[in-house]
């Protein structure tokens, strides 16, 4: 998922790290320092149009490996949420770090989440601004609830209950999605589908050249 705000230059004190608050957190996650980044996939490659497969082998070098280096590719897109398979990994995963409606910042994992939105009758919408790392360039406004909870696990398979309101909820509901085989635009008119994937190639190249230029800034 893109993000709207300017992602904190200095320490951040208040922020929650896998739901839970922290005194102090780097702007830069510690698992970003240790990725390495990853191609993202664009609208139209088919993994990103089939649901994601259950991550079964926990605690294991390869899915720490794989988080790390979704943090840092997330860093380097100036993204605010990142699924497995926008890295061409078919695992029901992503990694966050976005702000909430007041301010707080949310970073942190999550395999096999299950969406929790409240009912019908209590939810409440948001028309809001939504872009994302695999269609670069591009935004149209989506509506969602503004608040949501996922359930899943840690990288340990220890169980995680994740709440977010306002941008963060919609981060939630948007990488959930993305797990499902869905992208926002799915979520869009035929026309401003067609006005997004214009955008896209119209501005693709720019994006490009900056994630390019932010991750020999980081190599340097």
Same mark, same amino acid.
């Given at each position: 998922?893109?993000?709207?705000?300017?992602? *904190?230059?200095?320490?951040?004190?208040?922020?929650?790290?896998?739901?839970?608050?922290?005194?102090?957190? #780097?702007?830069?996650?510690?698992?970003?320092?240790?990725?390495?980044?990853?191609?993202?996939?664009?609208? !139209?490659?088919?993994?990103?149009?089939?649901?994601?497969?259950?991550?079964?082998?926990?605690?294991?070098?390869?899915?720490?490996?794989?988080?790390?280096?979704?943090?840092?590719?997330?860093?380097?897109?100036?993204?605010?949420?990142?699924?497995?398979?926008?890295?061409?990994?078919?695992?029901?995963?992503?990694?966050?770090?976005? *702000?909430?409606?007041? !301010?707080?910042?949310?970073?942190?994992?999550?395999?096999? *989440?299950?969406?929790?939105?409240?009912? #019908?009758?209590?939810?409440?919408?948001?028309?809001?601004?939504?872009?994302?790392?695999?269609?670069?360039?591009?935004?149209?406004?989506? #509506?969602?609830?503004?608040?949501?909870?996922?359930?899943?696990?840690?990288?340990?398979?220890?169980?995680?209950?994740?709440? !977010?309101?306002?941008?963060?909820?919609?981060?939630?509901?948007?990488?959930?999605?993305?797990?499902?085989?869905?992208?926002?635009?799915?979520?869009?008119?035929?026309?401003?589908?067609?006005?997004?994937?214009?955008?896209?190639?119209?501005?693709?190249?720019?994006?490009?050249?900056?994630?390019?230029?932010?991750?020999?800034?980081?190599?340097?």
């Amino acid at each position: 998922m893109s993000v709207r705000h300017e992602r *904190p230059r200095s320490v951040d004190r208040r922020v929650r790290v896998q739901g839970r608050p922290v005194d102090s957190y #780097p702007a830069l996650p510690p698992e970003a320092e240790r990725g390495a980044v990853r191609r993202i996939t664009e609208v !139209g490659e088919e993994i990103l149009s089939r649901p994601c497969q259950e991550v079964t082998a926990f605690g294991s070098p390869a899915l720490s490996s794989l988080i790390d280096d979704m943090f840092l590719t997330m860093h380097v897109a100036d993204g605010a949420g990142l699924a497995a398979n926008q890295v061409d990994v078919g695992l029901r995963l992503f990694v966050y770090d976005c *702000p909430d409606e007041y !301010g707080i910042r949310h970073t942190g994992h999550i395999a096999n *989440p299950v969406l929790d939105l409240p009912a #019908p009758g209590d939810r409440r919408l948001v028309d809001d601004f939504e872009g994302c790392l695999s269609v670069p360039g591009a935004g149209k406004s989506v #509506p969602r609830t503004d608040h949501a909870v996922v359930r899943g696990f840690d990288k340990e398979g220890a169980p995680l209950v994740i709440e !977010g309101t306002g941008y963060f909820a919609r981060c939630l509901q948007h990488e959930t999605d993305h797990l499902l085989g869905h992208t926002y635009l799915d979520r869009l008119s035929k026309r401003d589908r067609k006005d997004a994937l214009r955008q896209m190639t119209d501005r693709r190249e720019e994006v490009f050249a900056r994630r390019a230029a932010k991750a020999a800034g980081l190599e340097r």
